[in-house]
């Protein structure tokens, strides 16, 4: 429990609507209802604009081809030949990470990104396929990627275990990147803010950097979805290609 | 200087297209690969990096201690191990890569990405 009011009470999970069963709480929460926004806010932009397309596209048509082009561009450029089939999973974990951070930014919004068991899962489900991907087209050949091409054999017992640890905390890494940058933002923002009420005549200068503050969590709103995606990118290029 | 007549505008046009297009080529690996966040975020990306590798590595030295009752050696094994593979992950992050490793998985890995 955190304190009521305080900076870290913003990233206080609320059940909407409590579901129990079989001793798991399945409830619909805050997060959960940002999340279901930010899938229907992506589907309506991309259906809504894309159903009577006009070849001079609109303003809504435009935003929704240029992130369309932005990401195959990206899938094109960094998984290369072979990538097109993952472009679905990138362009829809992009947007989604996309909606989260930048709903979390609108007030009596939440960051469903800020909280660490949601960047995991989303980790967790893309490290799986790269893997998955990479046993499949390479089948056994792919533990070679564990063993820098070149090394002396007799390195191996402690290359491999190196290896393998730094491939085993991508996930990891990937999931906490997103949700320590989007904590430590909506945090430092809180605190500030917390300060213009307790300063009284010199509230304005909190206010002040919460504006230069909210400025930069726009960007890195935007940069995170965009370092995750890239990154997928990156690992299902490992896996396809392994080097 | 003065009595010569306006420089004809589309002059050097076509050198002009191809100095730009050449620029754009140049930036574009830099642009898909290092983000465009500053040394903060430099500073915060290898902090995170180290933290996932060794986390990893001391899991991992725990498990093994579980399941072959080696304890204490598995941890500590995995702390080291873990702390290495943070350093190498670092060296990649920041476009170091492994001395003498092969060149194209420093170019992969060497883009800060």
């Keep these: 429990m955190t304190v009521k009011g305080g900076p870290l009470a913003q990233f ?13 709480d399945i409830s619909y929460t805050n997060a959960a209802l940002l999340m279901t926004i930010a899938v229907a806010l992506i589907a309506l932009l991309l259906l809504g604009t894309t159903r009577r397309a006009a070849l001079v596209p609109t303003r809504l048509q435009s935003m929704a081809e240029l992130s369309y082009e932005f990401v195959a561009g990206m899938v094109n450029e960094n998984v290369g030949h072979g990538g097109e089939e993952f472009f679905p999973l990138v362009f829809s974990i992009f947007m989604f990470i996309l909606l989260g951070n930048l709903l979390g ?24 396929l790269a893997t998955i991907v990479a046993f499949w087209k390479h089948g056994i050949r792919f533990a070679t990627f564990f063993f820098p091409p070149g090394a002396p054999v007799i390195l191996a017992p402690i290359l491999v275990p190196i290896e393998l640890i730094s491939y085993l905390s991508r996930p990891v890494s990937l999931s906490l990147r997103l949700f320590a940058n989007m904590m430590a933002g909506h945090t430092v ?8 009420a307790v300063l009284g005549i010199f509230g304005f200068l909190p206010i002040a950097v919460t504006a230069a503050v909210f ?6 709103a935007v940069l995170q979805a965009y370092v995750f995606a890239i990154l997928t990118c990156l690992y299902l290029h490992d896996s ?4 | 200087m ?25 930036q574009r690996p830099a642009e898909g690969g290092a983000a465009p966040q500053g040394l903060a975020g430099l500073g915060f990306r290898i902090g995170i990096e180290l933290v996932a590798s060794l986390a990893v590595g001391v899991a991992l030295g725990w498990v093994v201690d579980r399941l072959a009752h080696t304890r204490p050696w598995g941890i500590v094994a995995g702390f080291v191990l873990g ?18 490793g092969p060149p194209q998985r420093r170019n992969r890995d060497g883009n800060g990405r």
């Excluded at chain 2, 004809?8 to 076509?14: Q, V």
């Excluded at chain 2, 943070?86 to 890569?97: K, P, Q, S, T």
């Design chain 1, 189 to 196: 923002m809180a605190v500030f803010a917390g300060f213009t």
């Design chain 2, 83 to 100: 702390a290495a593979a943070g350093l190498l992950n670092v060296m990649r992050a920041v476009g170091g890569g492994l001395p003498g």
């Design chain 1, 240 to 243: 396809i290609h392994m080097h």
């Design chain 1, 12 to 24: 206080e999970i609320e059940r909407l609507v409590p579901i129990h069963i079989g001793g798991y």
């Design chain 1, 215 to 220: 400025a930069l969590e726009i960007v890195i």
């Design chain 1, 105 to 128: 930014l609108i007030p009596f919004g939440y960051a469903f990104t800020s909280q660490v068991i949601v960047t995991t899962a989303l980790a967790l489900s893309v490290f799986l």
């Design chain 2, 2 to 26: 003065s009595e010569n007549e306006p420089p004809d505008p589309l002059a050097g046009l076509g050198e002009r297209l191809a100095k730009a297009r050449r620029q754009i080529e140049q």
